[in-house]
Nanobody, 118 residues
Framework: QVQLVESGGGLVQAGGSLRLSCAAS????????MGWFRQAPGKEREFVGE????????YYAESVKGRFTVSRDNAKNTMYLQMDSLKPDDTAVYYC???????????WGQGTQVTVSS
């Protein structure tokens, strides 16, 4: 089992920045692929970005590429999402998720609200 706790959400003006954190416990962090997803009101949950297990390669959705950065600190068992140049369309509940190596995302955090005002 993996437990995930997100933090760092809040209200920010368009063009501003926020950093989300996801603290993991329960399994060797370096063996986990860690991802960020988001769900806006009335929309399906969508992939934002991820950091793969092992070397930590990162991948992003096109909508956030160049504005968001996923990073991880294996010593702290924590993943981060640095969000810059935020837009009102980025408003959503952001979820942290974990997959064991190349498996599916089986573990999810409780979510943290990000609201971007225009």
């Amino acid at each position: 089992q993996v437990q995930l706790v997100e933090s760092g959400g809040g209200l920010v003006q368009a063009g501003g920045s926020l950093r989300l954190s996801c603290a993991a416990s329960g399994r060797t962090f370096s063996s986990l692929t860690m991802g960020w997803f988001r769900q806006a009101p009335g929309k399906e949950r969508e992939f934002v970005g991820e950091s793969r297990w092992g070397g930590g390669s990162t991948y992003y959705a096109e909508s956030v590429k160049g504005r968001f950065t996923v990073s991880r600190d294996n010593a702290k068992n924590t993943m981060y999402l640095q969000m810059d140049s935020l837009k009102p369309d980025d408003t959503a509940v952001y979820y942290c998720a974990a997959a064991y190596r190349n498996g599916g995302y089986d573990y999810w955090g409780q979510g943290t609200q990000v609201t971007v005002s225009s």
